[in-house]
């Protein structure tokens, strides 16, 4: 009998580090939140005439021109703000791929995937994308804890502790030794 409350003991404390991570890995999600709806990005055309401003999503939120750029025609204008345009919400993609990435973990491979998405849209290379985000993207804050090996529901790889083979009981034992079992 003492066994088998050890073992449930030891279950139920299993359970309940897993709950722990849980919650840490789910409060990292409202800083993530918090950065997505701060996130801005901005880009100007090389002549510096035209400004756009993106958010999340790839959301403009400004565009600006400048005396010059307004002057070149509406052919031309049309020309470098569509360019400007796409340079903005790449850079808002990659930023929000970033920010997912920190605080989901990079076994995802979000940033890689938009990275390559973009350099096939763009006509250049990865690399050359892999460049653009480390020149727009800020530091980010250092991480209080690093959870980018694990799960959002368990660790990744845990061990799992030795099974015990069922003695016999009741259906209540039963249902009582496999209700932590991360397996199901």
Not at 3 to 10: I, N, R, S, W
Request: aromatic residues 4%; hydrophobic residues 40%.
């Amino acid at each position: 009998m003492s066994g088998e409350f050890d073992q449930l003991v030891a279950e139920f404390e299993r359970f309940q580090s897993s709950i722990r991570n849980v919650d840490d890995r789910f409060a990292g999600v409202g800083a993530m939140r918090q950065g997505l709806t701060e996130l801005r990005a901005r880009a100007s055309s090389p002549d510096g005439g035209v400004t756009v401003v993106t958010g999340p999503g790839g959301a403009v939120l400004d565009v600006e021109f400048t005396d010059a750029a307004l002057a070149k025609g509406p052919k031309a204008l049309s020309a470098v703000l569509l360019t400007t345009l796409r340079e903005a919400v790449g850079e808002a993609a990659r930023r929000q791929a970033v920010l997912v990435e920190e605080h989901l973990g990079d076994n995802l491979g979000l940033v890689d995937q938009v990275l390559e998405t973009q350099a096939v849209v763009f006509g250049t290379t990865v690399e050359e994308m892999r460049s653009k985000l480390a020149e727009g993207t800020p530091a980010p804050p250092a991480p209080a804890e690093d959870f980018s090996e694990e799960r959002v529901l368990r660790q990744a790889d845990a061990p799992q502790p030795p099974q015990v083979p069922p003695a016999a009981g009741s259906a209540g034992d039963t249902f009582l030794r496999t209700l932590f079992d991360e397996e199901d």
